[in-house]
């Protein structure tokens, strides 16, 4: 039974940057591939970025287009997401999920993951 959870969120102004952690325990880290989802007011929830075990294959969601990069540290098991040139847009709960079927890929879909934190509030300001 894996555990997540999500720090970092916040309240800031367009064209700025957040990062996003999210700290796993009570697991085997390394064995999960590991997402990124947000869900803003009113809509489904989307997949924001996946990485796969060794970090090796990694996948964003169309709208990122370059401004976020996901990444892993397997010593701490710790996943990030950093996120530039934020926009209004981006305003969700930021949701960490772990996978621990995939062996090298990174699925897309939320009901994919067996784990989920309790989300992280992002809201950008125009």
């Known amino acids: 039974q894996v555990q997540l959870v999500e720090s970092g969120g916040g309240l800031l102004q367009a064209g700025n940057s957040l990062r996003l952690s999210c700290a796993a325990s009570?697991?085997?880290?390394?064995?999960?591939?590991m997402g990124w989802f947000r869900q803003a007011p009113g809509k489904e929830r989307e997949f924001v970025s996946g990485?796969?075990?060794?970090?090796?294959?990694?996948y964003y969601g169309d709208f990122v287009k370059g401004r976020f990069t996901i990444s892993r540290d397997n010593s701490k098991d710790m996943v990030y997401l950093q996120m530039n040139s934020l926009k209004p847009e981006d305003t969700a709960v930021y949701y960490c999920?772990?996978?621990?079927?995939?062996?090298?890929?990174?699925?897309?879909?939320?009901?994919?993951?067996?784990?989920w934190g309790q989300g992280t509030q992002v809201t950008v300001s125009s």
């Open positions: 990485i796969s075990r060794t970090g090796r294959t990694i």
């Open positions: 999920a772990a996978d621990p079927d995939s062996a090298f890929d990174v699925p897309k879909r939320e009901t994919e993951y067996d784990y």
């Open positions: 009570g697991g085997t880290f390394i064995t999960h591939a």
